[in-house]
T-cell receptor, first 112, second 111 residues
């Protein structure tokens, strides 16, 4: 059982470049989340989705866009990467709004 | 906004010792509270989930308690082992579908 899978695991971008991070879950979960983890700041919510075709902003959404065209996938896009977006990005999913959250292994992104 | 605090930030104990990790939150209107383990360079592994209507949950050597009225949760680890060394995170789920995370307690169990 794969659970939550993130692609890629590592990436280095130059300032101004764009990229998309893919999150895939095989647990038929309705809710999906994107977090970033920075030293001393814990995990902060970027965007989330409560079902296929829906998205909503979290605590730190600026500079990011998301899409949930299929229930099992949640994409996080950076249109013009900035050094401040250097972070570890985690995707998570849960069955419903009070369910246990499961996390992927993370994507380490460096913007130079 | 919910604020979650974990104290201490780091803890070092000898193997075999029982220990308690603390998590406090400011907004008691939570749906649930979840404890995670994170190994260096890895993702988060779910340990225990406590619904708002529950007082505690147990899994093996782990026991988590929840006191909503005081805004506190504790994770009790019995008979600690070197393999328990990791960072432990707690997260409170509030209305708005957002988990609020503490910054974690880094645990080292010394053989």
């Amino acid at each position: 059982n794969a659970g939550v899978t993130q692609t890629p695991k590592f990436r280095v971008l130059k300032t101004g470049q764009s990229m998309t991070l893919l999150c895939a879950q095989d647990m038929n979960h309705e809710y999906m989340y994107w977090y970033r983890q920075d030293p001393g700041m814990g995990l902060r919510l970027i965007h989330y989705s409560v079902g296929e075709g829906t998205t909503a902003k979290g605590e730190v959404p600026d500079g990011y866009n998301v899409s949930r065209l299929k229930k099992q996938n949640f994409l996080l896009g950076l249109e013009s990467a900035a050094p401040s977006q250097t972070s570890v990005y985690f995707c998570a999913s849960s069955y419903h709004d009070r369910g246990e959250a499961f996390f992927g292994q993370g994507t380490r992104l460096t913007v130079v | 906004k919910q604020e979650v605090t974990q104290i201490p930030a780091a803890l070092s104990v000898p193997e075999g010792e029982n220990l308690v990790l603390n998590c406090s939150f400011t907004d008691s209107a939570i749906y649930n509270l979840q404890w995670f383990r994170q190994d260096p360079g890895k993702g988060l592994t779910s340990l225990l989930l406590i619904q708002s209507s529950q007082r505690e949950q147990t899994s093996g050597r782990l026991n988590a308690s929840l006191d909503k009225s005081s805004g506190r949760s504790t994770l009790y680890i019995a008979a600690s082992q070197p393999g328990d060394s990791a960072t432990y995170l707690c997260a409170a789920l509030n209305t708005g579908n957002q988990f609020y995370f503490g910054t974690g307690t880094s645990l080292t169990v010394i053989p």
